[in-house]
């Protein structure tokens, strides 16, 4: 069974830096992608970043040129460097994974004050 563990949210002050880490479990395989989800009160979830097996990385307007994301294809592991964190920014961090299926996490909480 596939199980993808976040780890890194927490509170920060506006232009602060936080680091996301997510591994994948229970695979015998190399996902085709994974990436950052992203769910803010009362809103619908949303895309964050994606990274491919091959490294090439997609990321939403909003959080182009601050966050970054990394993979570790091997190990089936994916961070999210986020910096110059907004207070828009705040809301729940869900890893997912794709291979055949979508896979997600239970979610980290991020939350940016001012």
């Known amino acids: 069974q596939v199980r993808l563990v976040e780890s890194g949210g927490g509170l920060v002050q506006a232009g602060g830096s936080l680091r996301l880490s997510c591994a994948a479990s229970g695979l015998m395989f190399s996902m085709n992608w994974m990436g950052w989800y992203r769910q803010a009160p009362g809103k619908q979830r949303e895309l964050v970043a994606t990274?491919?097996?091959?490294?090439?990385?997609n990321y939403s307007d909003s959080v182009q040129g601050r966050f970054s994301i990394s993979r570790d294809g091997a190990k089936n592991m994916v961070d999210l460097q986020m910096n110059s964190l907004k207070p828009e920014d705040t809301g729940v961090y869900y890893c997912a994974a794709y291979k055949l299926s979508t896979y997600w996490g239970q979610g980290t909480q991020v939350t940016v004050f001012s």
């Open positions: 990274i491919t097996r091959g490294g090439t990385a």
